[in-house]
Protein backbone atom coordinates (compact mmCIF):
# COMPACT_ATOMS: atom_id res chain seq x y z
CA UNK A 1 0.00 0.00 0.00
CA UNK A 2 1.50 3.18 -0.94
CA UNK A 3 1.38 6.09 1.50
CA UNK A 4 0.12 9.56 0.36
CA UNK A 5 -0.47 13.38 1.05
CA UNK A 6 -3.21 15.68 -0.68
CA UNK A 7 -2.26 19.22 -0.85
CA UNK A 8 -4.73 22.20 -1.87
CA UNK A 9 -2.16 24.60 -3.54
CA UNK A 10 -1.97 27.64 -5.96
CA UNK A 11 -1.49 26.95 -9.60
CA UNK A 12 1.48 28.05 -9.69
CA UNK A 13 2.35 26.16 -7.01
CA UNK A 14 0.88 23.16 -7.72
CA UNK A 15 2.81 23.84 -11.23
CA UNK A 16 6.31 23.55 -9.47
CA UNK A 17 5.24 20.82 -7.05
CA UNK A 18 4.45 18.45 -10.20
CA UNK A 19 7.91 18.92 -11.41
CA UNK A 20 9.54 17.72 -8.28
CA UNK A 21 7.24 15.21 -7.14
CA UNK A 22 5.77 12.07 -7.98
CA UNK A 23 1.99 12.72 -8.37
CA UNK A 24 -1.22 10.24 -7.85
CA UNK A 25 -3.62 12.49 -8.39
CA UNK A 26 -4.19 15.92 -9.58
CA UNK A 27 -7.86 18.14 -10.20
CA UNK A 28 -8.04 21.78 -10.88
CA UNK A 29 -10.81 23.60 -8.02
CA UNK A 30 -12.61 26.84 -10.05
CA UNK A 31 -15.58 26.86 -8.04
CA UNK A 32 -14.46 29.67 -5.91
CA UNK A 33 -12.94 32.67 -6.86
CA UNK A 34 -9.74 32.05 -6.17
CA UNK A 35 -8.38 28.82 -8.62
CA UNK A 36 -7.06 25.69 -6.43
CA UNK A 37 -5.51 23.08 -7.61
CA UNK A 38 -5.36 19.92 -5.28
CA UNK A 39 -2.68 17.03 -5.42
CA UNK A 40 -2.00 14.02 -4.12
CA UNK A 41 1.54 12.94 -3.93
CA UNK A 42 3.45 9.70 -3.10
CA UNK A 43 5.28 10.14 0.25
CA UNK A 44 8.27 8.38 1.79
CA UNK A 45 7.57 6.30 5.56
CA UNK A 46 8.29 9.71 7.02
CA UNK A 47 5.53 11.49 5.09
CA UNK A 48 7.85 13.43 2.97
CA UNK A 49 7.36 13.61 -0.91
CA UNK A 50 9.04 11.46 -2.94
CA UNK A 51 11.20 12.99 -6.43
CA UNK A 52 10.02 12.43 -9.12
CA UNK A 53 12.76 11.34 -10.76
CA UNK A 54 12.25 8.25 -8.06
CA UNK A 55 10.99 4.64 -8.70
CA UNK A 56 7.57 4.23 -7.40
CA UNK A 57 7.48 2.25 -4.20
CA UNK A 58 5.13 -0.59 -5.87
CA UNK A 59 4.77 -0.33 -9.29
CA UNK A 60 2.08 -1.92 -11.72
CA UNK A 61 2.21 -4.98 -12.37
CA UNK A 62 2.86 -4.98 -16.03
CA UNK A 63 0.39 -7.46 -18.10
CA UNK A 64 2.11 -11.10 -18.65
CA UNK A 65 0.73 -11.81 -22.59
CA UNK A 66 1.00 -15.37 -23.52
CA UNK A 67 1.73 -16.89 -26.86
CA UNK A 68 -1.38 -18.06 -29.08
CA UNK A 69 -0.20 -19.17 -32.05
CA UNK A 70 -0.97 -22.69 -31.32
CA UNK A 71 -3.48 -22.18 -28.95
CA UNK A 72 -6.36 -24.36 -28.82
CA UNK A 73 -8.99 -22.01 -27.23
CA UNK A 74 -10.02 -19.17 -29.74
CA UNK A 75 -12.50 -16.30 -29.98
CA UNK A 76 -14.03 -13.64 -32.43
CA UNK A 77 -14.02 -10.63 -31.83
CA UNK A 78 -16.12 -8.20 -34.08
CA UNK A 79 -14.53 -4.63 -33.81
CA UNK A 80 -11.42 -3.04 -32.85
CA UNK A 81 -12.39 0.15 -31.20
CA UNK A 82 -11.30 0.53 -27.54
CA UNK A 83 -13.72 -2.86 -26.31
CA UNK A 84 -12.19 -5.42 -28.57
CA UNK A 85 -9.11 -4.11 -28.74
CA UNK A 86 -8.91 -5.00 -24.77
CA UNK A 87 -10.88 -7.66 -24.54
CA UNK A 88 -8.09 -9.34 -27.13
CA UNK A 89 -5.33 -8.06 -24.74
CA UNK A 90 -7.19 -9.98 -22.32
CA UNK A 91 -7.73 -13.08 -23.87
CA UNK A 92 -3.89 -13.16 -24.43
CA UNK A 93 -3.55 -12.86 -20.82
CA UNK A 94 -5.51 -16.00 -20.61
CA UNK A 95 -3.90 -18.01 -23.57
CA UNK A 96 -7.06 -17.36 -25.95
CA UNK A 97 -6.21 -16.37 -29.43
CA UNK A 98 -8.41 -13.31 -30.65
CA UNK A 99 -9.77 -13.37 -34.07
CA UNK A 100 -10.61 -9.20 -34.83
CA UNK A 101 -12.88 -8.35 -37.49
CA UNK A 102 -12.41 -4.58 -38.18
CA UNK A 103 -14.43 -3.22 -40.92
CA UNK A 104 -11.93 -0.15 -41.13
CA UNK A 105 -8.41 0.35 -41.86
CA UNK A 106 -5.36 -0.03 -39.51
CA UNK A 107 -4.47 3.76 -38.39
CA UNK A 108 -1.98 4.77 -40.27
CA UNK A 109 -3.77 3.99 -43.39
CA UNK A 110 -7.18 5.28 -41.66
CA UNK A 111 -5.59 8.85 -40.93
CA UNK A 112 -4.95 9.52 -44.78
CA UNK A 113 -8.63 9.27 -45.42
CA UNK A 114 -9.35 11.24 -42.85
CA UNK A 115 -6.97 13.64 -43.94
CA UNK A 116 -9.17 13.59 -46.95
CA UNK A 117 -12.25 14.32 -45.41
CA UNK A 118 -11.16 17.51 -43.46
CA UNK A 119 -10.04 19.16 -46.55
CA UNK A 120 -13.59 18.52 -48.10
CA UNK A 121 -12.37 15.66 -50.47
CA UNK A 122 -14.69 13.42 -49.88
CA UNK A 123 -15.71 10.68 -47.61
CA UNK A 124 -14.82 6.99 -47.40
CA UNK A 125 -17.98 5.15 -45.81
CA UNK A 126 -16.00 2.57 -43.97
CA UNK A 127 -12.30 4.81 -43.24
CA UNK A 128 -13.29 7.87 -41.23
CA UNK A 129 -13.91 8.89 -37.71
CA UNK A 130 -16.39 6.72 -36.93
CA UNK A 131 -14.92 3.75 -38.57
CA UNK A 132 -11.69 1.99 -38.50
CA UNK A 133 -8.67 0.65 -35.85
CA UNK A 134 -8.88 2.07 -32.00
CA UNK A 135 -12.83 3.09 -33.20
CA UNK A 136 -14.27 7.18 -32.71
CA UNK A 137 -11.90 7.93 -29.83
CA UNK A 138 -9.22 7.41 -31.54
CA UNK A 139 -9.33 10.57 -33.59
CA UNK A 140 -12.04 12.58 -31.58
CA UNK A 141 -9.88 13.51 -28.87
CA UNK A 142 -8.50 10.54 -26.53
CA UNK A 143 -10.28 11.64 -23.20
CA UNK A 144 -9.41 8.75 -20.63
CA UNK A 145 -12.11 9.50 -17.93
CA UNK A 146 -15.49 8.60 -17.45
CA UNK A 147 -18.48 8.86 -15.61
CA UNK A 148 -19.28 5.00 -15.75
CA UNK A 149 -20.08 3.07 -12.33
CA UNK A 150 -18.92 -0.12 -14.57
CA UNK A 151 -17.90 -2.81 -12.16
CA UNK A 152 -14.18 -3.22 -12.48
CA UNK A 153 -10.70 -2.32 -12.19
CA UNK A 154 -10.80 1.04 -14.02
CA UNK A 155 -7.01 2.04 -13.01
CA UNK A 156 -5.92 -1.23 -14.81
CA UNK A 157 -7.61 0.08 -18.13
CA UNK A 158 -4.71 3.03 -17.67
CA UNK A 159 -1.89 1.30 -16.42
CA UNK A 160 -2.49 -0.75 -19.99
CA UNK A 161 -2.33 2.39 -21.61
CA UNK A 162 0.86 3.88 -20.27
CA UNK A 163 2.42 0.72 -20.63
CA UNK A 164 1.48 0.99 -24.62
CA UNK A 165 2.80 4.51 -24.39
CA UNK A 166 0.73 6.86 -22.19
CA UNK A 167 2.29 9.34 -20.52
CA UNK A 168 2.46 9.16 -17.04
CA UNK A 169 -0.52 11.73 -16.48
CA UNK A 170 -2.59 8.92 -17.42
CA UNK A 171 -1.87 7.49 -14.03
CA UNK A 172 -3.06 10.20 -11.87
CA UNK A 173 -4.79 13.14 -13.86
CA UNK A 174 -8.45 13.36 -12.64
CA UNK A 175 -9.63 13.98 -16.48
CA UNK A 176 -6.72 12.26 -18.06
CA UNK A 177 -5.99 12.78 -21.94
CA UNK A 178 -3.80 11.54 -24.23
CA UNK A 179 -4.66 13.12 -27.61
CA UNK A 180 -5.82 12.89 -30.92
CA UNK A 181 -1.94 12.76 -31.67
CA UNK A 182 -0.78 10.81 -29.47
CA UNK A 183 -3.42 7.81 -29.30
CA UNK A 184 -2.56 6.14 -33.18
CA UNK A 185 0.69 5.59 -32.23
CA UNK A 186 -0.57 3.81 -28.65
CA UNK A 187 -3.53 1.83 -30.40
CA UNK A 188 -0.76 0.99 -33.03
CA UNK A 189 1.59 -0.76 -30.14
CA UNK A 190 -1.43 -2.52 -29.17
CA UNK A 191 -2.31 -4.33 -32.19
CA UNK A 192 1.69 -5.60 -32.87
CA UNK A 193 1.42 -6.50 -29.20
CA UNK A 194 -1.69 -8.68 -30.34
CA UNK A 195 -0.30 -9.88 -33.38
CA UNK A 196 3.28 -10.69 -31.87
CA UNK A 197 1.84 -12.87 -29.67
CA UNK A 198 -0.57 -15.14 -32.09
CA UNK A 199 -3.52 -12.99 -32.52
CA UNK A 200 -5.18 -12.26 -35.73
CA UNK A 201 -6.48 -9.14 -37.47
CA UNK A 202 -8.33 -8.82 -40.61
CA UNK A 203 -8.82 -5.18 -41.34
CA UNK A 204 -11.17 -4.05 -43.82
CA UNK A 205 -13.87 -6.60 -43.59
CA UNK A 206 -17.23 -5.88 -42.43
CA UNK A 207 -19.19 -8.35 -40.94
CA UNK A 208 -22.98 -9.26 -42.51
CA UNK A 209 -23.71 -11.88 -40.89
CA UNK A 210 -23.33 -13.69 -37.40
CA UNK A 211 -24.39 -17.29 -39.10
CA UNK A 212 -21.56 -16.67 -42.00
CA UNK A 213 -18.81 -15.98 -39.21
CA UNK A 214 -19.00 -18.20 -36.96
CA UNK A 215 -18.78 -21.08 -39.97
CA UNK A 216 -15.84 -19.40 -41.06
CA UNK A 217 -14.43 -19.94 -38.02
CA UNK A 218 -15.60 -23.63 -36.76
CA UNK A 219 -12.80 -25.35 -35.34
CA UNK A 220 -12.44 -28.85 -33.47
CA UNK A 221 -11.26 -27.39 -30.11
CA UNK A 222 -11.66 -30.42 -27.68
CA UNK A 223 -10.62 -34.36 -27.65
CA UNK A 224 -13.54 -35.96 -28.76
CA UNK A 225 -15.47 -33.48 -30.93
CA UNK A 226 -15.01 -36.42 -33.62
CA UNK A 227 -14.39 -33.54 -35.93
CA UNK A 228 -17.71 -31.81 -35.74
CA UNK A 229 -16.27 -28.69 -34.53
CA UNK A 230 -17.31 -26.12 -31.73
CA UNK A 231 -19.01 -22.82 -32.76
CA UNK A 232 -16.71 -20.28 -31.50
CA UNK A 233 -17.55 -17.21 -28.82
CA UNK A 234 -18.23 -14.19 -30.37
CA UNK A 235 -17.20 -10.44 -28.67
CA UNK A 236 -19.25 -7.68 -30.51
CA UNK A 237 -18.09 -3.95 -29.78
CA UNK A 238 -18.69 -2.57 -32.49
CA UNK A 239 -19.24 1.26 -32.26
CA UNK A 240 -22.48 3.39 -32.01
CA UNK A 241 -22.26 4.32 -35.69
CA UNK A 242 -22.62 1.05 -37.09
CA UNK A 243 -26.38 1.32 -38.15
CA UNK A 244 -26.02 -1.91 -40.84
CA UNK A 245 -23.91 -3.68 -38.45
CA UNK A 246 -27.69 -3.30 -35.92
CA UNK A 247 -30.29 -4.50 -38.86
CA UNK A 248 -27.85 -7.61 -39.27
CA UNK A 249 -28.54 -8.18 -35.72
CA UNK A 250 -31.87 -7.60 -36.53
CA UNK A 251 -32.75 -9.48 -39.16
CA UNK A 252 -31.16 -12.64 -37.64
CA UNK A 253 -33.24 -12.69 -34.54
CA UNK A 254 -30.86 -10.98 -31.93
CA UNK A 255 -32.79 -9.01 -29.28
CA UNK A 256 -32.67 -5.12 -29.52
CA UNK A 257 -34.21 -2.56 -27.72
CA UNK A 258 -34.74 0.95 -27.60
CA UNK A 259 -32.32 2.99 -25.05
CA UNK A 260 -32.58 6.46 -24.30
CA UNK A 261 -29.67 8.93 -26.10
CA UNK A 262 -29.32 12.62 -26.74
CA UNK A 263 -28.59 14.49 -29.96
CA UNK A 264 -28.04 18.46 -29.99
CA UNK A 265 -25.45 20.34 -31.88
CA UNK A 266 -21.92 21.35 -31.23
CA UNK A 267 -20.79 24.46 -29.53
CA UNK A 268 -17.72 26.50 -30.20
CA UNK A 269 -16.32 29.89 -28.10
CA UNK A 270 -13.21 31.59 -28.06
CA UNK A 271 -10.68 29.45 -25.64
CA UNK A 272 -9.91 33.02 -23.98
CA UNK A 273 -13.99 33.92 -23.54
CA UNK A 274 -13.77 30.25 -21.89
CA UNK A 275 -10.86 30.66 -20.00
CA UNK A 276 -12.12 33.86 -18.80
CA UNK A 277 -15.76 32.75 -17.59
CA UNK A 278 -13.88 29.63 -15.69
CA UNK A 279 -10.85 31.08 -14.05
CA UNK A 280 -12.95 34.25 -13.10
CA UNK A 281 -10.12 36.21 -15.12
CA UNK A 282 -10.26 40.06 -15.30
CA UNK A 283 -11.24 41.18 -19.17
CA UNK A 284 -8.19 42.41 -18.92
CA UNK A 285 -6.75 39.59 -18.75
CA UNK A 286 -7.95 37.50 -21.71
CA UNK A 287 -5.95 39.41 -24.65
CA UNK A 288 -2.78 38.16 -22.87
CA UNK A 289 -3.03 34.36 -22.77
CA UNK A 290 -1.78 32.18 -23.05
CA UNK A 291 -1.04 33.77 -19.46
CA UNK A 292 1.39 32.33 -16.50
CA UNK A 293 -2.22 30.72 -14.98
CA UNK A 294 -2.92 29.27 -18.50
CA UNK A 295 0.60 27.47 -18.65
CA UNK A 296 0.25 26.29 -14.97
CA UNK A 297 -3.14 24.93 -15.02
CA UNK A 298 -4.33 24.90 -19.20
CA UNK A 299 -7.13 26.10 -20.78
CA UNK A 300 -10.34 25.85 -19.09
CA UNK A 301 -13.54 23.14 -19.86
CA UNK A 302 -16.69 23.14 -18.04
CA UNK A 303 -19.16 20.28 -17.75
CA UNK A 304 -22.94 22.24 -17.76
CA UNK A 305 -26.22 20.62 -17.15
CA UNK A 306 -29.75 21.71 -16.86
CA UNK A 307 -33.47 20.54 -16.74
CA UNK A 308 -35.60 22.20 -20.21
CA UNK A 309 -39.45 20.45 -19.63
CA UNK A 310 -38.24 17.16 -17.80
CA UNK A 311 -35.37 16.41 -20.28
CA UNK A 312 -31.41 16.93 -18.96
CA UNK A 313 -30.03 19.36 -21.62
CA UNK A 314 -26.07 19.01 -20.89
CA UNK A 315 -22.57 19.98 -22.44
CA UNK A 316 -20.49 16.43 -24.10
CA UNK A 317 -17.41 15.20 -24.93
CA UNK A 318 -15.91 19.03 -24.17
CA UNK A 319 -12.57 20.04 -26.01
CA UNK A 320 -10.91 22.90 -24.45
CA UNK A 321 -8.30 23.64 -27.12
CA UNK A 322 -9.89 21.49 -29.63
CA UNK A 323 -11.70 21.52 -33.42
CA UNK A 324 -14.76 20.44 -34.29
CA UNK A 325 -14.71 17.36 -37.00
CA UNK A 326 -16.90 15.58 -39.20
CA UNK A 327 -17.94 12.47 -37.95
CA UNK A 328 -20.79 10.98 -40.52
CA UNK A 329 -20.44 7.58 -42.58
CA UNK A 330 -22.49 8.11 -45.18
CA UNK A 331 -23.17 10.27 -48.26
CA UNK A 332 -26.27 12.16 -47.23
CA UNK A 333 -25.85 12.77 -43.95
CA UNK A 334 -23.91 15.20 -42.01
CA UNK A 335 -22.86 14.91 -38.33
CA UNK A 336 -20.22 16.82 -35.79
CA UNK A 337 -18.02 15.93 -33.42
CA UNK A 338 -15.26 17.24 -31.29
CA UNK A 339 -11.26 16.66 -30.53
CA UNK A 340 -8.64 18.36 -28.76
CA UNK A 341 -4.42 17.37 -29.68
CA UNK A 342 -2.18 16.50 -26.58
CA UNK A 343 -1.41 19.96 -25.69
CA UNK A 344 -5.15 21.29 -26.25
CA UNK A 345 -3.69 24.78 -27.60
CA UNK A 346 -6.01 25.90 -30.36
CA UNK A 347 -7.72 28.90 -30.06
CA UNK A 348 -11.43 27.39 -30.10
CA UNK A 349 -13.57 25.34 -27.06
CA UNK A 350 -16.00 23.39 -28.17
CA UNK A 351 -18.61 20.92 -26.70
CA UNK A 352 -21.56 18.58 -27.62
CA UNK A 353 -24.94 20.49 -26.82
CA UNK A 354 -27.53 17.28 -26.02
CA UNK A 355 -30.98 16.90 -25.30
CA UNK A 356 -31.69 13.51 -23.33
CA UNK A 357 -34.51 11.65 -25.30
CA UNK A 358 -36.01 8.50 -23.94
CA UNK A 359 -37.35 5.64 -25.96
CA UNK A 360 -40.87 6.79 -25.03
CA UNK A 361 -40.31 10.26 -27.01
CA UNK A 362 -40.34 8.18 -29.86
CA UNK A 363 -43.58 6.73 -32.06
CA UNK A 364 -43.70 3.24 -32.37
CA UNK A 365 -42.28 0.17 -30.72
CA UNK A 366 -39.50 -0.67 -33.35
CA UNK A 367 -36.51 -1.11 -31.42
CA UNK A 368 -34.77 1.04 -33.81
CA UNK A 369 -36.80 3.79 -33.87
CA UNK A 370 -34.11 5.68 -31.86
CA UNK A 371 -31.58 5.14 -34.71
CA UNK A 372 -34.04 6.11 -37.22
CA UNK A 373 -34.81 9.52 -35.85
CA UNK A 374 -30.57 9.80 -35.93
CA UNK A 375 -30.51 9.13 -39.52
CA UNK A 376 -33.32 11.37 -40.25
CA UNK A 377 -32.10 14.29 -38.24
CA UNK A 378 -28.34 13.93 -40.19
CA UNK A 379 -29.64 13.68 -43.46
CA UNK A 380 -31.74 17.13 -42.80
CA UNK A 381 -28.53 18.98 -41.81
CA UNK A 382 -26.94 17.43 -44.72
CA UNK A 383 -29.90 19.10 -46.89
CA UNK A 384 -29.43 22.19 -45.04
CA UNK A 385 -26.08 22.53 -45.40
CA UNK A 386 -26.48 22.67 -48.87
CA UNK A 387 -29.05 25.51 -49.50
CA UNK A 388 -32.14 22.65 -49.26
CA UNK A 389 -30.90 20.58 -51.78
CA UNK A 390 -29.05 17.81 -51.48
CA UNK A 391 -25.76 17.40 -53.77
CA UNK A 392 -25.47 14.04 -55.42
CA UNK A 393 -22.51 12.27 -54.25
CA UNK A 394 -20.18 11.23 -56.73
CA UNK A 395 -17.77 8.54 -56.09
CA UNK A 396 -13.75 8.51 -57.06
CA UNK A 397 -12.59 5.18 -56.02
CA UNK A 398 -14.02 4.17 -52.29
CA UNK A 399 -14.69 7.99 -51.41
CA UNK A 400 -17.72 9.27 -51.99
CA UNK A 401 -17.03 12.98 -53.13
CA UNK A 402 -19.51 15.12 -51.02
CA UNK A 403 -19.30 18.25 -49.55
CA UNK A 404 -18.59 17.90 -45.82
CA UNK A 405 -19.82 21.30 -45.30
CA UNK A 406 -21.63 21.93 -42.17
CA UNK A 407 -24.92 24.33 -41.25
CA UNK A 408 -24.02 26.55 -38.58
CA UNK A 409 -25.86 29.83 -36.59
CA UNK A 410 -24.65 32.31 -33.87
CA UNK A 411 -25.46 31.03 -30.62
CA UNK A 412 -27.37 33.89 -29.29
CA UNK A 413 -29.37 34.48 -33.06
CA UNK A 414 -30.53 31.04 -32.77
CA UNK A 415 -31.45 31.23 -29.09
CA UNK A 416 -33.45 34.82 -29.94
CA UNK A 417 -34.95 33.18 -33.42
CA UNK A 418 -33.15 35.63 -35.97
CA UNK A 419 -30.50 34.63 -38.98
CA UNK A 420 -26.91 34.52 -38.68
CA UNK A 421 -25.81 37.33 -41.96
CA UNK A 422 -22.42 36.06 -41.35
CA UNK A 423 -20.11 33.80 -38.83
CA UNK A 424 -17.59 33.70 -36.44
CA UNK A 425 -13.98 31.87 -37.09
CA UNK A 426 -14.33 28.15 -36.62
CA UNK A 427 -12.49 25.48 -36.43
CA UNK A 428 -14.47 23.41 -38.59
CA UNK A 429 -12.05 22.71 -41.54
CA UNK A 430 -14.81 21.25 -44.41
CA UNK A 431 -16.54 24.74 -43.60
CA UNK A 432 -19.74 26.44 -42.14
CA UNK A 433 -22.59 27.78 -43.90
CA UNK A 434 -25.15 30.07 -42.35
CA UNK A 435 -28.36 28.36 -41.64
CA UNK A 436 -31.39 28.94 -39.60
CA UNK A 437 -31.16 26.05 -37.10
CA UNK A 438 -33.92 27.34 -34.91
CA UNK A 439 -35.97 26.59 -37.53
CA UNK A 440 -35.29 23.45 -38.91
CA UNK A 441 -34.05 21.86 -35.73
CA UNK A 442 -36.96 19.53 -34.18
CA UNK A 443 -38.49 21.71 -31.53
CA UNK A 444 -38.13 18.60 -28.84
CA UNK A 445 -34.52 19.77 -29.58
CA UNK A 446 -34.74 23.19 -30.36
CA UNK A 447 -36.60 24.87 -27.88
CA UNK A 448 -34.49 22.71 -25.74
CA UNK A 449 -31.21 24.11 -26.38
CA UNK A 450 -32.82 27.62 -26.42
CA UNK A 451 -33.66 27.70 -23.01
CA UNK A 452 -30.19 25.32 -22.09
CA UNK A 453 -28.27 28.30 -23.36
CA UNK A 454 -29.87 30.91 -21.62
CA UNK A 455 -29.58 28.40 -18.34
CA UNK A 456 -25.72 28.01 -18.59
CA UNK A 457 -25.36 32.12 -19.17
CA UNK A 458 -27.32 32.63 -15.51
CA UNK A 459 -24.64 30.37 -14.47
CA UNK A 460 -21.57 31.74 -16.30
CA UNK A 461 -22.45 35.33 -17.74
CA UNK A 462 -20.86 35.48 -21.32
CA UNK A 463 -21.36 32.33 -22.17
CA UNK A 464 -24.46 32.93 -24.27
CA UNK A 465 -22.81 35.43 -26.84
CA UNK A 466 -22.81 35.52 -30.57
CA UNK A 467 -19.00 35.37 -30.56
CA UNK A 468 -19.82 31.53 -30.42
CA UNK A 469 -21.57 29.15 -33.16
CA UNK A 470 -22.87 26.29 -32.81
CA UNK A 471 -22.83 23.73 -35.70
CA UNK A 472 -25.40 20.64 -36.38
CA UNK A 473 -25.52 18.10 -35.60
CA UNK A 474 -24.20 15.99 -32.53
CA UNK A 475 -25.82 12.82 -33.36
CA UNK A 476 -23.63 10.05 -32.39
CA UNK A 477 -23.25 10.97 -28.68
CA UNK A 478 -24.12 7.59 -27.65
CA UNK A 479 -26.24 4.78 -28.76
CA UNK A 480 -29.32 4.55 -29.54
CA UNK A 481 -29.93 1.16 -29.54
CA UNK A 482 -28.87 -1.94 -26.70
CA UNK A 483 -28.07 -5.42 -27.04
CA UNK A 484 -29.55 -6.73 -24.39
CA UNK A 485 -27.10 -9.30 -22.35
CA UNK A 486 -27.63 -11.89 -19.66
CA UNK A 487 -26.13 -9.49 -16.20
CA UNK A 488 -23.97 -12.68 -15.00
CA UNK A 489 -22.83 -14.63 -17.91
CA UNK A 490 -22.64 -11.14 -20.44
CA UNK A 491 -24.73 -12.87 -23.10
CA UNK A 492 -26.64 -11.76 -25.47
CA UNK A 493 -30.31 -13.10 -23.88
CA UNK A 494 -31.65 -15.30 -26.86
CA UNK A 495 -27.92 -15.76 -28.58
CA UNK A 496 -25.74 -17.78 -26.44
CA UNK A 497 -21.83 -17.11 -26.96
CA UNK A 498 -22.56 -13.43 -28.28
CA UNK A 499 -21.28 -11.40 -26.22
CA UNK A 500 -22.56 -7.39 -26.31
CA UNK A 501 -19.53 -5.16 -25.49
CA UNK A 502 -19.14 -1.56 -25.33
CA UNK A 503 -21.19 1.52 -27.00
CA UNK A 504 -22.18 -0.20 -29.73
CA UNK A 505 -23.89 -2.72 -27.34
CA UNK A 506 -25.53 0.46 -25.05
CA UNK A 507 -23.28 -0.57 -22.36
CA UNK A 508 -20.44 1.73 -21.98
CA UNK A 509 -20.11 5.57 -23.04
CA UNK A 510 -16.50 6.41 -23.94
CA UNK A 511 -12.87 4.78 -24.20
CA UNK A 512 -12.48 3.93 -20.83
CA UNK A 513 -15.88 2.09 -19.77
CA UNK A 514 -15.72 0.66 -23.43
CA UNK A 515 -12.21 -1.21 -22.39
CA UNK A 516 -13.58 -1.97 -19.27
CA UNK A 517 -16.80 -3.75 -21.22
CA UNK A 518 -14.12 -5.62 -23.20
CA UNK A 519 -12.06 -6.46 -20.77
CA UNK A 520 -15.47 -8.29 -18.30
CA UNK A 521 -16.79 -10.05 -21.67
CA UNK A 522 -13.01 -11.57 -22.57
CA UNK A 523 -13.56 -13.22 -18.62
CA UNK A 524 -16.31 -14.53 -18.78
CA UNK A 525 -15.48 -16.28 -21.71
CA UNK A 526 -12.03 -16.99 -19.88
CA UNK A 527 -13.94 -18.51 -17.30
CA UNK A 528 -16.70 -20.28 -19.45
CA UNK A 529 -15.40 -21.68 -22.98
Known amino acids: MENTKQYILSPKE??????????????????????????????????????????????????????????????????????????????????IKPIIY????????????????????????????????????????GKLFSRSKKRGNMQRVMEIFHYFGAADTVLYEAHAHIGSDKLPGIIKRMRECILEHGGEIYFETCITSLKDVRRSEVRCTKEGDKGQGKELPIIL??????????????AEGVALEAKGFAMGVRAEHPQ?????????????????????LIQYVGNASYSLVTQVDGRGVYSFCMCPGGHIVPAGSSADSCVVNGMSASHRNSPYANSGMVV???????PGDDPLRGLEYQEALEREAFKQSHNLSPALPERE????????????????????????????PCSYLPGIIPSRLDLWLPPFIGKRLQQGFRDFDKKYPGFLTNDAVIVGVESRSSS??????????????????LYPCGEGAGYAGGITSSALDGINAALKIAGKH
Not at 238 to 244: E, L, M, V
Open 237 to 250: AIGHSAHDTYRMLA
Open 14 to 95: AYEASQRWRIVKRSVDARQRELKVHLTVLTDEEGNPVAKDEVRSTKYEPPAYRDVHEAERKAIIIGAGPAGLFAALTLLEHG
Open 397 to 424: GQRIMASAVAPAQRMRDFVEGRASKNLP
Open 356 to 362: QINPEDL
Open 272 to 292: ALINKLMYHLKPSAVSRQPSE
Open 480 to 497: AVRIPRDPETLESINTPG
Open 102 to 141: ERGKEVSARKKDIALLNRNEGLNPESNYCFGEGGAGTFSD
